[in-house]
């Protein structure tokens, strides 16, 4: 993990405001749902990618019903049911 050299406070809601030239880097924007994972003693935010539930990959991805589930599993799921 590269250290971005930024520090903010975190505000009375425990709010805090991440830099434009990173939100710009990782093209983050306004609305953009954002993950938060603890590893160990570090807080990460990640850009939110939806997972599939069968496998967690993230790769074509789509959504339904509510669930999302990858190409890949689709087509297993597909071929177990013929």
Do not use: W
């Not at 939100?23 to 599939?52: A, F, S």
Request: hydrophobic letters at 35%; a positive charge.
């Amino acid at each position: 993990m590269k250290p971005a050299g930024v520090v903010r406070k975190v505000d009375q809601l425990g709010r805090i405001v991440l830099p434009k030239s990173l939100r710009k880097r990782y093209q983050m924007n306004e609305g953009d749902p954002v993950e938060i994972l603890v590893q160990g003693d570090h807080i990460i935010l990640e850009r939110y990618r939806p997972k599939c539930v069968f496998c967690g990959s993230i790769d074509q991805v789509n959504d339904f019903k509510d669930r999302y589930i990858c190409a890949q599993c689709l087509t297993e799921m597909t071929q177990y049911s013929s």
